[in-house]
């Protein structure tokens, strides 16, 4: 499985970006999303993650960092096995390498070691 992580760049505080992630995979059912970002000198830390299932008719459930809950938003085309990860009013803290990660969906979502594949990240610098 190949995860190839995109859309980051140089944003002012307040702007937006949408990161993409695209998996190599044949379908994501069963599988979760998630992404992670690690900042220079700090832990890597959950960001947001999506799985489904046909057992959730389509929908799938969604997991945010309780910290950036209101401000970014995760989504996915199941055509295009991506998921997307759309990011509002963002802040110089929000400045890291944002990595996307695959595992199974009985796992938890939160936890980095969880994750079986990862993505080569991307880098969201917001400036002040």
């Known amino acids: 499985v190949q995860l190839q992580a995109s859309g980051g760049g140089l944003v002012q505080a307040g702007g937006s970006l949408r990161l993409s992630c695209a998996a190599s995979t044949r379908t994501l059912n069963g599988y979760r999303l998630g992404w992670f970002r690690q900042a220079p000198g700090k832990e890597r830390e959950f960001v947001a993650a999506?799985?489904?299932?046909?057992?959730?008719?389509?929908?799938?459930?969604?997991y945010y960092a309780d910290s950036l809950q209101g401000r970014v938003a995760i989504s996915r085309d199941g055509l295009k096995n991506t998921v997307y990860l759309q990011m509002n009013s963002l802040k110089p803290e929000d400045t890291a390498v944002y990595y996307c990660?695959?595992?199974?969906?009985?796992?938890?979502?939160?936890?980095?070691?969880?994750?079986?594949?990862w993505g080569q990240g991307t880098q969201v610098t917001v400036s002040s």
């Open positions: 990660a695959l595992q199974g969906i009985g796992a938890d979502a939160r936890r980095s070691d969880d994750y079986s594949y």
């Open positions: 999506l799985g489904w299932s046909s057992w959730s008719r389509g929908y799938g459930t969604t």
